[in-house]
């Protein structure tokens, strides 16, 4: 009997994803969970596997099709058996929503689309790109952002990483300076609601990885029970996994807080936007040598200027700077 290889749920609120590509043509034979296609959801790519031994007899959607949660992509079924009527089934629902679709999103008349010129490429906002926007705007609408900055002194955080030989990063020092912070002050490991706020008893730090096919905010879940060396493996690990476009629905779950490095391309300092349903968010500059006063005399210190936006909905802006201060402490305290 034939199966219906479908759009599953991702593990988000996603109900909409876009086909980036076929790892097997039509008439090939497939195998019980081989990856067979590949989804780009709002949050990241996911291989579908195959449902059953067989043949896969008939492709119903193409690369670059957005497709939707619970949708049929393609049927599997023996190499001789009859699909037929399955496939005229699937192919007549299929285009009596598409044609609600067309209707719905249709163009008034008199108003002809603008003609397609070399001179501009056109980025379709899907997927990851689309997610970003939403989760942006949403952020700026319902949060009321506050900012405060501070400056961390980092020699010694610079010799604990040159001592471990290259075993631990700045970026690890950081993550475990955060979510020892957020012990302390528990309101920015937090998210609400219009009646509640909920304040998690667990670290799991969200980091902001920028990549070709988008912004990604993969999760080191547990952070606060993990040595320097397990943060910089599973920030490496999750990293490469970003870049790839492999990361799957529960390496980005769960983040309690966001840490944003943009130091990495220079800037000195920025004003991050808090990604929901997180309260706060990190953001962490270019480290830089500068003339800093230090028991009276000017001294040349690698310093880096370090921010936290948050919800002032929820969070006093005193939380966030000795919230902020405490990062600094932690970055300044490395032996």
Avoid at 37 to 65: F, H, M, N, W
Avoid at 83 to 100: D, P
Avoid at 222 to 242: F, P, V, Y
Wanted: glycine share 8%.
């Amino acid at each position: 009997m034939p199966e219906e290889l479908k759009v599953p749920q991702t593990g988000y609120e996603d109900t909409q994803a876009t086909l980036v590509e076929w790892l097997k043509e039509e008439g090939d034979a497939v195998f019980r969970e081989e990856n067979i296609v590949v989804l780009e959801t709002q949050k990241t790519s996911v291989e579908l596997p195959c449902p059953t031994d067989g043949y896969l007899r008939k492709i119903l959607a193409e690369k670059g099709d957005e497709v939707v949660m619970g949708q049929t992509l393609a049927i599997i079924g023996g190499k001789d058996e009859d699909i037929e009527e399955l496939v005229n089934s699937l192919m007549a629902t299929a285009k009596g929503g598409a044609e609600t679709a067309t209707s719905a999103a249709a163009a008034p008349a008199g108003k002809p689309a603008p003609a397609a010129s070399d001179a501009v490429e056109i980025i379709p906002l899907t997927g990851v790109r689309k997610a970003m926007a939403d989760n942006m705007l949403k952020s700026r609408q319902t949060a009321a952002h506050g900012t405060t900055f501070n400056e961390a002194d980092l020699t010694h955080a610079l010799a604990a990483v040159k001592a471990s030989e290259k075993r631990i990063s700045v970026t690890a020092l950081i993550v475990k300076a955060v979510a020892n912070a957020l012990k302390a002050f528990p309101l920015l490991n937090s998210s609400s609601s219009d009646t509640e706020i909920r304040i998690k008893k667990y670290y799991n730090i969200s980091m902001a990885v920028n990549t070709d096919k988008g912004l990604f905010t993969p999760v080191i879940k547990q952070a606060d029970l993990k040595s320097l060396e397990e943060i910089n493996g599973e920030m490496t690990r999750l990293g490469d996994l970003a870049e790839k476009g492999k990361l799957s629905p529960g390496d980005m779950e769960d983040g309690t807080l966001t840490i944003s490095n943009a130091g990495r391309f220079g800037s000195l300092f920025f004003v991050p936007i808090i990604n929901q349903p997180q309260s706060a968010i990190l953001g962490v500059g270019t480290i830089a040598k500068r003339p800093v006063v230090l028991n009276d005399q000017i001294v040349i210190r690698p310093m880096v200027y370090i921010c936290v936006s948050y919800d002032h909905r929820i969070i006093p802006g005193a939380i966030a700077q000795q919230f902020l201060a405490k990062v600094k402490h932690g970055l300044e305290e490395v032996r």
